[in-house]
């Protein structure tokens, strides 16, 4: 079991994820600081900064846009979600995307993907090809909520 006192659960704790009428606008701010949290607990600390952007994304959560012979990425994130935890989730399958571009030799949804399932798991984050626009059902949330109310 993981310790409350991480840090990405600390920040991600302030909200009851099972308040359907809530709903999560991020600032660049949040963007930044839960970026580093994550790059921090979940990737070690080996993703540089990079630029992150906010903006109304139609049939998609997030965004993560590569230019391997620039050496740029970026990621773009919806300007609102469901809740906070739904928000670090896509944050942190598209920042899986940033690992790619940096480490890896394709941004894809394969092996080089899914094989950070059981890190994410550790988190209690889930981690899918894609997150539907209709459905936001944190599957995960029942262990979320052992994790920041212990």
């Known amino acids: 079991m993981i ?9 991600m704790r302030d909200f009851d994820i099972a308040d359907e009428d809530l709903q999560f606008e991020p600032s660049l701010k949040d963007c ?14 080996k993703l540089p900064k ?7 994304l139609h049939g ?7 230019d391997i012979k620039k050496n740029i990425c970026e990621i ?12 670090v989730t896509v944050l942190a399958h ?12 394709d941004i894809n949804h394969g092996y080089s993907f899914h094989k950070w399932r059981p890190t994410f798991a550790k988190f209690c984050i889930p981690l ?3 997150y539907k626009k209709s459905s936001l059902n944190w599957h995960a949330q029942r262990n979320f909520t052992q994790i920041t109310r212990s």
């Open 3 to 11: 310790s409350a006192h991480t840090s990405i659960v600390k920040f």
């Open 32 to 45: 930044y600081s839960a970026y580093r949290k994550l790059n921090t607990d979940i990737f070690k600390g």
């Open 50 to 56: 990079i630029k992150l952007r906010i903006g109304r």
């Open 60 to 66: 998609s959560w997030g965004t993560c846009t590569s």
């Open 76 to 87: 773009q994130l919806n300007n609102r979600f469901k809740n906070k935890q739904f928000f």
């Open 94 to 105: 598209e920042m899986v995307h940033a690992y790619q571009h940096f480490y890896e030799s």
């Open 128 to 130: 899918s090809d894609g």
